[in-house]
């Protein structure tokens, strides 16, 4: 049986890396491709070649300015034919992207069935995040397999009506992409973060790029932050910009220049890691990261309105602070004076055991073997 995984940001190909490993082990029941659409080219590069992961086939279908729209035309038309050539048995997508959601439509119309990995999530509202919530509600229609990452996750594919016996909880493949990379020995030497004088600062580790971050909620981050380091000296604050020049632009005009703000490129996820490993509190409005810093046991605050992973918040793990500029300052403040309430946000990390992959590409063999799936759920 022919089994394809495809990705195209980031995030998908971290999530995807530990099941390509768990499949290519079972080589003999199993043919595993690699597809990539590189929706986001340089930032998905940077983690294949951490995982040393060659597509089998790369769509290189990023292009300057391509609208949602172009995009989604763009997977349809590439992934028909590559779906012909293919003869495929099964298409695995993860997450929420536009190349999820546009190559399951084209497996859904060649009637191959489509397996959802990170299926589940929902923030309940249509428009936050855009187009994810979409695309992620939109492809659990599609999907014939849905591999829930947690038991709430299987709770609102239950409350859609999705059949429970093509669901299956097996637990994030982040924590397990996590693990692998923990025990990689690692220097920051050579990268963006060589000459930052870490050891000697608390650091707080900022992301924030999400579309509807854009604008004044950027802006009130950016001035909270430089808040922060004014009132407190000891801290550091690191913030790898996202590529979007809509990001860039504002992060840089508020805190470019200013003493203990370490603004850098997008760094490899292996330093990424390392650099959360070492961050005293992180703050973030990925979706990613919400589920990292409770697996290295770091308190988090969330700069967004709602979550689609509420595990974190509802093990008191995380805060969904919003994006005003006084709110961020008096939770970031809270946590670097008062150790009670920061060592209230550090314990067991509910988005799974490092196991995912594993059940899932057991899940996938079976089901190829047309046995019915025996994963408890
Ligand atoms: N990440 C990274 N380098 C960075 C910033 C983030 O490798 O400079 C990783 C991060 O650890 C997480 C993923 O990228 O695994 C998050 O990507 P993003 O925020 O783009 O997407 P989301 O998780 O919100 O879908």
């Not at 429970?164 to 097996?170: A, H, L, P």
């Not at 973060?193 to 600062?201: A, K, M, V, Y």
């Not at 979007?244 to 200013?258: A, F, G, H, Q, W």
């Not at 994006?323 to 209230?344: F, H, N, P, R, W």
Request: negative net charge.
């Amino acid at each position: 049986k022919k089994i394809a995984l495809i990705m195209g940001t980031r995030p998908e190909a971290i999530k995807m890396a530990p099941i390509v490993y768990a499949l290519k082990q079972r080589s003999n029941d199993i043919d595993t491709v690699v597809i990539a659409t590189a929706q986001h080219r340089q930032m998905l590069d940077q983690v294949l070649s951490l995982f040393n992961i060659v597509p089998d086939i790369d769509l290189d279908l990023m292009r300057p300015n391509q609208s949602l729209n172009d995009l989604t035309c763009s997977v349809l038309q590439l992934m028909q034919k590559t779906l012909e050539d293919v003869k495929l048995d099964l298409l695995m997508v993860q997450g929420d992207t536009t190349t999820v959601f546009a190559a399951s439509v084209a497996a859904f119309y060649l009637k191959i069935p489509v397996a959802h990995v990170e299926a589940g999530l929902r923030s309940h509202d249509l428009y936050n995040p855009f187009p994810e919530e979409a695309n992620r509600r939109l492809t659990s229609v599609l999907a014939q397999i849905h591999l829930a990452p947690t038991p709430l996750a299987k709770e609102k594919l239950l409350n859609e009506g999705a059949n429970e016996e093509n669901i299956f909880v097996t637990g994030n493949t982040v924590v397990d992409a996590m693990s692998t990379l923990l025990d990689v020995p690692f220097s920051f030497q050579g990268s963006p973060i060589e000459n930052l004088p870490l050891s000697q600062h608390r650091v707080i580790l900022v992301t924030s790029h999400r579309r509807e971050s854009h604008g004044e909620d950027l802006k009130n981050t950016c001035l909270a932050l430089k808040e922060i380091v004014q009132r407190f000296q000891d801290v550091m604050v690191i913030y790898p910009v996202h590529l979007n020049p809509n990001v860039r632009k504002t992060v840089m005009e508020i805190l470019s220049d200013v003493e203990r703000i370490a603004l850098t490129e997008p760094v490899d996820y292996l330093c990424f890691l390392n650099l959360m490993r070492n961050a005293y509190l992180i703050v973030t409005d990925s979706g990613g990261v919400q589920e990292e810093a409770p697996t290295l046991k770091k308190p988090l605050l969330v700069l967004r309105k709602l979550t689609e992973r509420p595990e974190a918040f509802n093990a008191g793990l995380s805060k969904i602070i919003g994006t005003s500029t006084q709110k961020i300052v008096d939770e970031i403040s809270l946590l670097l004076t008062d150790d009670k309430a920061y060592q209230a946000m550090i314990g067991i990390n509910p988005f799974g055991d490092g196991k995912a992959s594993e059940r899932i590409a057991e899940l996938v063999c079976r089901w190829a073997k047309n046995q019915k799936p025996l994963l408890p759920s």
